[in-house]
């Protein structure tokens, strides 16, 4: 790929739609080869953006999922204690200083998502997903990887990366990161597509839809995202309801027929329940202008 352009075409090919400007700056990080910071609410794309990339850029995806409490145990290296324990059973006769060091090579490690990307062989595209999620502490331990592709272990030393992995991290934006982590990436913030490259996606990923039905939901669920909702439904979950509009045999969108579809929409008891109410409303409003 030579230019934004040719990287919005390719994933284009592989159904993913990206705008210009996040193009042009996923571009930039692959060509400076700096780790890449997604932003944005939850469902606008951020993971489906990271394998999609991996897909076309033909990389192994190794994908480290975060959550509180991972601890480099999970996501860098652990020791394999039985088997460092049966290396002590075998050798009660040797030096016991050799025997250390042998307990704590490469031999003995069991290698994490981290330590996997950085040791693979084969180009690899390493997903940190839902980084908001992990503690401070997991954050700073981290700042050496983007920085510098390698990972520090006390017993054994700096391990670098044999082949540079395309780093993806991404946020929901749950809390914020330190200037350090920020200062290591290029950043991307999505948000919910506009109406019209919502229908474009939707007409991509579900293309046994009419152009009304997909137009028709495209407003609905844009319609829905100004009310004070606690969880505004995403792009994949616009996907879903249409899908199962569709399901239903609907053909284009009737506010009277959408009770008991919400549910596939929208998350939360209290966010379908004033939903619901609003629905009445421009159902009433609906028909005074017929």
Not at 252 to 276: C, F, H, Q, R, W
């Amino acid at each position: 790929m030579t230019s934004p352009l040719d990287l919005t075409r390719v994933l284009e090919e592989e159904g993913y739609l990206i705008d210009k400007e996040a193009a042009t700056t996923l571009f930039l990080a692959l060509a400076l080869e700096k780790p890449c910071l997604i932003e944005g609410p939850a469902g606008v794309g951020k993971t489906q953006l990271a394998l999609a990339l991996a897909r076309v850029e033909k990389r192994k995806l190794i994908r480290l999922q975060c959550y509180e409490g991972l601890d480099l145990s999970k996501a860098l290296y652990d020791w394999n204690y039985a088997k460092q324990l049966l290396r002590l059973q075998l050798s009660k006769t040797e030096d016991w200083d050799q025997i250390k060091v042998d307990l704590f090579s490469e031999e003995f490690l069991l290698s994490r998502p981290l330590l996997e990307s950085i040791l693979s062989q084969e180009p690899v595209l390493l997903l940190i997903d839902e980084l908001d999620k992990s503690d401070e502490e997991f954050e700073s331990f981290l700042l050496e990887l983007l920085a510098e592709f390698q990972v520090t272990i006390p017993e054994i030393g700096t391990i670098s990366s044999k082949t540079k992995p395309v780093v993806i991290l991404t946020s929901n934006n749950s809390r914020d990161f330190s200037d350090a982590l920020r200062r290591r990436c290029i950043h991307i913030y999505l948000t919910y597509p506009s109406l019209e490259r919502e229908i474009s996606i939707l007409s991509t990923q579900a293309p046994e839809l009419s152009n009304r039905l997909a137009k028709d939901v495209c407003e609905f669920v844009a319609r829905v995202r100004k009310l004070p909702l606690q969880k505004l439904p995403s792009v994949s979950e616009t996907i879903d309801f249409a899908r199962a509009l569709q399901s239903l045999h609907q053909t284009e969108l009737n506010y009277g027929e959408l009770m008991g579809t919400l549910s596939v929409l929208l998350k939360y008891p209290k966010d379908i329940a004033k939903l619901e109410e609003r629905l009445r409303k421009w159902e009433s409003e609906a028909a005074q202008r017929r």
